[in-house]
Every structure is written in C-alpha cells, then in structure tokens.
C-alpha cells in the first residue's frame, strides 16, 4: 500500500512539474511587464495549496518507505526527495519572491533553467518507483 501510495503522489507531482516547466514558467516571458505581477500572483495563490501539501505527504510517505526498508529504492527515493526540498527552497522559492513585484526577465530564465533540476529529480523519482513496483508485483 505504501508502495502504491507513493507511485500515486509522485506521479500527480510529475505531471504538475512538467507543465510548469513545459507551459508555465516560459508563459511567465509572454504575460510580459504589464500584467506580470497580477499573473505571478495568480499563479502562486493557485499553486501552492496544490502542490505544498503534495509535497509535504510525499516527503512523508518517503521517509515512511525508508524506515520499513533501507534497500537501494527506498533510499534513492528519499534522496530524490531531499533534492527536491532543497531546490524548491533554495532555488526556486528565492526566485519566486524576486519576480513577485519585478518583471526580470534573467529572473525567469534562471527560474526556468534552476527547474529542469526538480524535472529531472521528480521524473527520476517516478522512475525509481515504477521499478520498484515492478519488482514487488511481479
């Protein structure tokens, strides 16, 4: 049931950050300096009660996962986990509060650029866990 919890989380959270990345960062260059702010600040409103708690149950069920097994998987996933954390909070996050009242565009580059690491780690994440339920129910 963990197992399929977290195969469950990881992959709602994969499919967000792919549309971030693919669609919502490179819009935030299209809105331009006009309605940038408005847009910004839609967007955080909207996103983060989705992906906070998201973020927050899967650390958990990571951790869970780890402790009823240090094998290989479960340590991979909670590395991936930690990467994830320290990205959105070092990166991505300062980031957001910097294009919060200011158009910038280097900003948006770097923020869209510094989020091929969370695309990458959560795809990386899913891969990790799709392997592992292929071995538990085989």
Known sequence: MLLIANLIVTSIMVGIIWIVQLLVYPAFKI??????RIHHEKHMRDISPLVAPLMVVEFALAVIWMIRSQET???????????????????????????????????????????????IIWT??????????SKTYQ
């Open 31 to 36: 809105v331009g300096e006009a309605r940038h």
């Open 73 to 119: 998987f479960q340590i991979m996933n909670l590395s991936c986990a930690i990467i994830l954390w320290l990205s959105t909070f070092l990166i991505q996050v300062p980031l957001h509060q910097k294009l919060k009242d200011k158009f910038d565009i280097k900003h948006i580059n770097a923020l869209i650029k510094s989020n091929w690491i969370r695309t």
């Open 124 to 133: 990386f994440k899913l891969t990790i866990i799709i392997y592992a339920a």
